[in-house]
Each structure stands twice: as structure tokens, then as C-alpha cells.
């Protein structure tokens, strides 16, 4: 079993749906992170969360520490919202040692 | 774009060859990081430097290797290539969030795509 769990793999929607992704993660955390890839292979960072939620823009990020769950969520969708999105986790293992751990990523397709 | 660099984008090389993939990180970051990202295994992490100094291991081979110089900038050494070590090999940097604490946000570099035929 994957340290890191993301649902679904594969989401198609039309333009102006409410998206969410879901990752669910086994280990103890100290952040998780919410990147977006494109189909060009670069990878953009979108939230760095410890608690809480956060609002970027369209874009919301929300974890349950003790559930061990996140989600992302887009309002409004829009074809340039198609891509990958990842989600990561920092362990709790402290002393600066920062490596991520990843989930297989959701492929996001907005048709118009 | 994110202000880390990496080059070559692309490298193309047979099995059993050396190659050196170069990062350099963001302004004022002193954490650089290396990734792998492959078809089978997806997004794996590699290995961290901090200041100079290695701080973390992950999934990294002892065929591959890594430093980071005093001007900050980092190279990941891939030695006896096989045909699986084809993948996307990504940098990345941060900066603490306090002086020898856990990092902050992560900001990645384009890529190197690493053909091994």
C-alpha cells in the first residue's frame, strides 16, 4: 500500500464544474504539499499546508490532520485547468530532512 | 517560471554511460532536492542537500551520486546507465522556514528528460 493515496486517477469534467481531489496519506506529516503538472512536464507548486485550508484564486486546499485526508478543489473549472495533480507529504522525521513522498497523481480533464 | 534552472533539458545515451545532470536553485535558497519521475514508479525522491551538505537519502541508487558546490548549485551523477534509469529528473530548492528548520514551499526546475538506448 502506497504511503500516499490519491481518488480518482482519472477525472473528466465540462467547464464550470466543481472538481475535488482527494489524498489520503498513512504516515505522521509535518506539511502537505499540492503540485500541479502540466502536459509540458513542468511541475508547479500550488499549496504547502500544515492546518487548516487554504484559497488561492479558484483554487482551495484543505487538510484534516488527525483524518489523515486533504483534498483540493477547483470551483469554476476551465479547460486550462487540465493537467495532473500531485499530492505530497513531508514526514514528520524533522531535522531539515525535507524529501517529498508522492501520490500517483489525478489526471484532470475539463472539456468545454 | 519558477527561478530554478536546469540544463540539459533533454540527454540522449546508451547503457553503461555517465552522465551529470546540473541544478541551480533558486536566489537565496539553500536546499536543493532531486527527483525522478518514471512511467512505472512515478515521482520518487532521490536525495537533499542543504549548505553544502547532504541531509537526506531517499530512493537513490549507489550508481548515482550528488553534490552541492559553495556557490550553491547542485549536480546528480548517474554512473553505468541501464535502460530503466530513463525518466524525467527534476531539481527543486527551498528555503527553511527558520535557520535550520523544515523548509517552506518547494519550487521545481523544468526537468532534464534522460533517454537511455
Known amino acids: 500500500k502506497n504511503e500516499v493515496e490519491q481518488s480518482p486517477q482519472n477525472l473528466t469534467a465540462q467547464e464550470g464544474e466543481f472538481i475535488t481531489i482527494n489524498c489520503s496519506y498513512s504516515?505522521?506529516?509535518?506539511?502537505l504539499h499540492w503540485l500541479q503538472q502540466h502536459p509540458g512536464g513542468g511541475i508547479v507548486s500550488l499549496f504547502m499546508?500544515?492546518?487548516g485550508k487554504k484559497k488561492h484564486g479558484r483554487l482551495i486546499a484543505t487538510i484534516n490532520i488527525q483524518e489523515k485526508h486533504s483534498s483540493l478543489h477547483i470551483t469554476a473549472s476551465h479547460p486550462r485547468d487540465s493537467a495532473v495533480y500531485i499530492c505530497?507529504?513531508?514526514?514528520?522525521?524533522?531535522?531539515?530532512?525535507?524529501?517529498?513522498?508522492f501520490g500517483k497523481g489525478t489526471h484532470l480533464i475539463i472539456q468545454p | 517560471d519558477s527561478g530554478v534552472t536546469q540544463t540539459p533539458k533533454h540527454l540522449i545515451t546508451a547503457t553503461g554511460q555517465r552522465v551529470t545532470l546540473r541544478c541551480s536553485p533558486r536566489?537565496?535558497?539553500?536546499?536543493v532536492y532531486w527527483y525522478q519521475q518514471s512511467l512505472d514508479q512515478g515521482l520518487q525522491f532521490l536525495i537533499q542537500?542543504?549548505?553544502?551538505?547532504?541531509?537526506a537519502k531517499g530512493n537513490i541508487l549507489e550508481r548515482f551520486s550528488a553534490q552541492q558546490f559553495p556557490d550553491l548549485h547542485s549536480e546528480l551523477n548517474l554512473s553505468s546507465l541501464e535502460l530503466g534509469d530513463s525518466a524525467l529528473y527534476f531539481c527543486?530548492?527551498?528555503?527553511?522556514?527558520?535557520?535550520?528548520?523544515?523548509?517552506?514551499?518547494?519550487?521545481f526546475g523544468p526537468g532534464t528528460r534522460l533517454t537511455v538506448l
Open positions: 527543486a530548492s527551498s528555503v527553511p522556514t527558520w535557520a535550520g528548520g523544515p523548509s517552506g514551499e518547494q519550487f
Open positions: 504516515v505522521g506529516i509535518s506539511a
Open positions: 499546508l500544515s492546518s
Open positions: 505530497a507529504v513531508r514526514s514528520e522525521a524533522g531535522g531539515g530532512a525535507d524529501g517529498l513522498t
Open positions: 536566489s537565496g535558497d539553500l536546499s
Open positions: 542537500y542543504y549548505n553544502g551538505e547532504e541531509r
